[in-house]
């Protein structure tokens, strides 16, 4: 009976979610001056906006004048993830993460970002005996935008995701390593077709991966990408990539409020949130938002 009321909870708290932006004013969400796409460039929310989506929630930061520019968001999956488990195992389990991004808007055509996130994973809420043993993620990035004309946007910038871990931490973790930092260059360009339809091809090169390790190991990627051994309490910097780099063809529609984005990642995939890139040479990508 217990395990059914949460189930019912969990069910009704989405369905709030999924049903609260039709009920909100309307805003034009289509592809504008003021709506920018946020994802690989340097834009932001407008003041007291929302994005709800299936994998983010965002919020333009209101209120504080020197703040406009600072958009609040959190990956949505994580909390998915830990209201199923909490619901299945009769412990509260936490999976938190939190991101900032600021748009510093230099004129009509440029505009410069930073960005930082944090997230935590306590592996003891999950497996027996991990207790004290934690995952942290620190991705820093600085990403510029320039708008070259109505129809046309170039963005580009450096993802630095710094992995970590605390306690005694298993050598299985990420093939060995405790921690597999790295460093990303992205590039983005924009087509906006009309206010509807909108092209987007995004690019990432993996320029430099860090490897520390709580065992000795020797760690070969799937592809090739790299192979190096790691001793204990050692850590490796790695530079002999094997064709590290993603091409991320894209269409965005855009209505009033809702949008819809569809696209692939070709050649190898980066896994979101923890920005660690995997030799998948193909892998679909989808998303669905509401901004109001």
Known sequence: M????????????????????????????????????????????????????????????????????????????????SAIATAASDKVILLPNLHAKYEWKLNDAWSVAPSIGYTRVELGQFSEGQEGNAIGIVPLE??????????????????????????????????????????????????????????????????FQDVEASANSTITSEDGYTTYEVHANASTDVLDFKDATSLVPGVVWAWDVFALRLGASLRSWNVPLVNIVTPVPFFPEFDLYWRF
């Open 142 to 207: 600085i990403t510029g935008s320039w708008r070259f004309s109505d129809a046309w946007t170039f963005s580009s910038g450096l993802l630095y995701s710094k992995i970590f871990g605390s306690g005694s931490l298993s050598g299985d973790l990420f093939g060995g390593a405790a921690a597999l930092s790295n460093l990303q260059w992205i590039s983005n360009v924009e087509w906006r077709l009309s206010d509807f339809t909108a092209l987007t091809l995004s690019m990432r090169v993996l320029a």
């Open 2 to 81: 217990r395990t059914r009321q949460r189930h019912h909870l969990l069910l009704s708290a989405l369905l709030a979610l999924l049903a609260l932006p039709l009920v909100a004013a309307p805003a034009a969400a289509e592809h504008s001056d003021k709506e920018r796409l946020l994802e690989d460039t340097a834009y932001t929310l407008q003041p007291g906006e929302w994005k709800v989506g299936i994998w983010k929630l965002q919020y333009g930061v209101q209120g504080v004048e020197a703040l406009n520019g600072l958009t609040l968001s959190t990956y949505t999956f994580p909390w998915f993830v």
